[in-house]
């Protein structure tokens, strides 16, 4: 009896033409750390009263599909689709895309390898769309991401389409916390010891009668937030809580790597919404602050332009 293993599931995917109709041809592989993605039915108990205190039935309703793909971030095909996806920009102009309208729906398919002799080995996640992303940079270690997926509903299939390895370069190392530069209103003098940023999407499914599948619902506003800290110093640290209490408005500019491998996320206009020294006993004293990205209206500028070709 075979019995899988996390080591051996492969996660690829495709964009679909049409929300929820998965399609045909060799689909991309995605490299992950985890993954959560998940179906879920609504549940109607039967009201039905027959005198013997049995519950009659349970009806399954409607459908929906939730979950997370964690990775380590580096310059990877299937990292940038998603980037491109959650800010909704088709164009990709020279590696840069700015929030847009654009939506694009996937099907993804998840293998179970170590199971390929076995019957609905496959499961095949259809109408799945990209609704956040979170990025955490850490004063020591590794650049840790999370894609937040939706989407209309699961079936399972015997076999997959196997995804095009050349989507992956394996030479595209992760990135170190090491390998990232960040500015404060054009300034690195701020000692940072991590930073974290976040998307979200407010997608969401509907329904409809007649069908227990979830149709393509709204979308929200594309917000931008996000924290820091940084070491209460009198170089930067004192200066970058007055931006809080003076209500000063400034860029954030995050470079990870280099070059045609590198990936940058620019937040022209960051409005400081929280700032905090706290003392929590003799070590190192720290300010934290959250931010919220706007649009920056002086140069049309978009609250957030990713760039994913630094040469």
Do not use: W
Not at 101 to 126: E, P
Not at 187 to 216: E, F, M, P, R
Not at 261 to 270: D, K, Q, Y
């Amino acid at each position: 009896m075979a019995i899988q293993s996390g080591q051996n599931v492969k996660l690829s995917i495709k964009e679909e033409s049409a929300y929820g109709t998965a399609p045909a041809g060799n689909y991309s592989v995605i490299p992950f750390k985890s993954v959560s993605l998940s179906l879920a039915k609504t549940n109607h108990e039967s009201a039905v009263i027959t005198g013997d205190r049995e519950v009659q039935d349970v009806i399954m309703g409607a459908h929906s599909v939730t979950g997370d793909i964690s990775f380590d971030l580096s310059n990877q095909p299937a990292y940038v689709e998603g980037l491109r996806a959650i800010v909704g920009d088709d164009a990709l102009s020279g590696g840069v895309m700015n929030i847009g309208l654009v939506r694009q729906s996937y099907s993804i398919q998840q293998a179970f390898v170590d199971l390929a002799s076995v019957n609905d080995n496959v499961h095949k996640y259809v109408g799945m769309e990209y609704n956040t992303f979170s990025m955490t940079v850490p004063a020591d270690g590794l650049v840790e991401c999370t894609f937040g997926l939706i989407g209309s509903t699961m079936t399972t299939e015997n076999a997959e389409f196997d995804g095009t390895e050349a989507d992956y370069t394996d030479a595209n190392n992760p990135y170190h916390s090491s390998d990232v530069a960040i500015t404060l209103g054009g300034s690195s003098t701020a000692i940072i010891t991590d930073l974290s940023l976040n998307i979200d999407n407010g997608l969401a499914t509907t329904n409809k009668v007649g069908s227990n599948l979830a149709q393509q619902g709204g979308i929200g506003k594309c917000r931008v937030t996000g924290s820091l800290t940084a070491h209460f110093d009198t170089t930067a640290g004192a200066a970058q809580l007055e931006k809080f209490v003076a209500n000063t408005k400034e860029a954030i500019v995050v470079t990870c790597g280099s070059g045609s491998t590198g990936i940058s996320f620019t937040m022209a206009e960051v409005v400081y919404t929280t700032g905090a020294v706290e003392v929590g006993g003799e070590g190192l004293v720290s300010v934290s602050m959250e931010f919220t990205a706007i649009y920056k209206d002086s140069n049309n500028t978009s609250a957030l332009v990713i760039d994913t070709d630094l040469s």
